[in-house]
């Protein structure tokens, strides 16, 4: 093998392994989209013990508490019968140990038609991202709008 072969198969190789671990590491940003997209499978499927999982013990929102969150959220599904949720995931920005996104949250059957923007708060635990405290523009007391 002559050196200017060799040289080419050993730049290759090591473009090869940067991609290959590129692929691997997965960013914080992704890991908090991620815990958000779950957040909303969550609510989806009706598991919510995996749901209130996701959220930090001092989970904080106008709707509740982490204890009380999760039964909010079913009760807003099941008063505008929203089978599945879904989220898409703004801006994301991460300072250290905490996070943010800005959410766009959007319901089937009659709330379809009603995208909910939000923001959700995240702090990154021993066991990965943990949602903090969820906010949007609709009053808690009575799911309006505020705008």
Known sequence: MTRTRLVLLLVLAAGGLAWLVERLIV????????????????????????FEALLSDDFDSPWGDKGKFPKAVADLMKRFDVKTA??????????????????????????????????????????????????????????RRVR
Do not use: M, N, Y
Request: proline letters at 2%; hydrophobic letters at 40%.
């Open 86 to 143: 879904a989220v898409t995931c703004g801006q994301i920005t991460v300072r250290g140990d905490r996070g943010a996104a800005a959410v766009t949250v959007r319901g089937s059957g009659a709330a379809a038609g009603f995208p909910v923007p939000g923001r959700v708060d995240l702090v990154k635990t021993s066991d990965g991202w943990r949602v903090e405290a969820v906010t949007s523009d609709l009053d808690a007391s009575g799911w």
């Open 27 to 50: 960013t914080d940003a992704e890991a908090i989209e991620s815990t958000v997209e779950r957040l909303a499978a969550h609510a989806s499927t009706g598991r919510w013990a995996d």
